[in-house]
T-cell receptor
Framework: QKEVEQNSGPLSVPEGAIASLNCTYS??????FFWYRQYSGKSPELIMS????GDKEDGRFTAQLNKASQYVSLLIRDSQPSDSATYLC????????????FGAGTRLFVKA | DTAVSQTPKYLVTQMGNDKSIKCEQN?????MYWYKQDSKKFLKIMFS???????INETVPNRFSPKSPDKAHLNLHINSLELGDSAVYFC???????????FGPGTRLTVT
């Protein structure tokens, strides 16, 4: 089992819809979770970090964490064509939680 | 002001050569990282330094040698370059070892 798993997609949604991106992880002791967005040819940029169970909202983005199920998700409301990118889930693992493991990423296409 | 900067942005070189990539952050962060993103876009950690101390050293050929002269700088020297070293190398920094990371623009290394 991979340490951090994401559906590679592509995930295609119409403009204005909700995009739902999912991620599972294997280290039950993980405490830090992140979502990054990466446009083609660019570097990853942080969208959101989440450390506690439940939902965390920031504008059109909501991160959801369920440590019991070892599951973290990202919802994008009112999706825009400019949201088309690869979304990377990242989880800190190991003793002390110092090592960040990235998932392979989910490609999102938002159709105008 | 660029938060995390890398030089050079592009590096084209021949097999067997030695090259260096430099990284600087002006965020006052304690922790810096080197990542490799291969042709399949998978982002994998190589090294991490915290306050100039090496804390993560993944299974990376010893041809790769990081060096952190101070908290704001992390350089990567690569000896005897091989074709398989071709990738995009990202530098990143974070406030501490468990927090979100901020990435530099990347260095695209092509070994011919």
């Amino acid at each position: 089992q991979k340490e951090v798993e994401q559906n590679s997609g592509p995930l295609s949604v119409p403009e204005g819809a909700i995009a739902s991106l999912n991620c599972t992880y294997s280290d039950r002791g993980s405490q830090s979770f992140f979502w990054y967005r990466q446009y083609s040819g660019k570097s990853p940029e942080l969208i959101m970090s989440i450390y506690s169970n439940g939902d965390k909202e920031d504008g059109r983005f909501t991160a959801q964490l369920n440590k019991a199920s070892q599951y973290v998700s990202l919802l994008i409301r009112d999706s825009q064509p400019s949201d088309s990118a690869t979304y990377l889930c990242a989880v800190n693992v190991g003793t002390g939680g110092f090592k960040t493991i990235f998932g392979a990423g989910t490609r999102l296409f938002v159709k105008a | 002001d660029t938060a995390v900067s890398q030089t050079p942005k592009y590096l084209v070189t021949q097999m067997g050569n030695d090259k260096s990539i430099k990284c600087e952050q002006n965020l006052g962060h304690d922790t810096m990282y080197w990542y490799k993103q291969d042709s399949k876009k998978f982002l994998k950690i190589m090294f991490s330094y915290n306050n100039k101390e090496l804390i993560i050293n993944e299974t990376v050929p010893n041809r790769f040698s990081p060096k952190s002269p101070d908290k704001a700088h992390l350089n990567l020297h690569i000896n005897s370059l091989e074709l398989g070293d071709s990738a995009v190398y990202f530098c990143a920094s974070s406030q501490d070892r468990r927090r979100e990371q901020y990435f530099g623009p990347g260095t695209r290394l092509t070994v011919t």
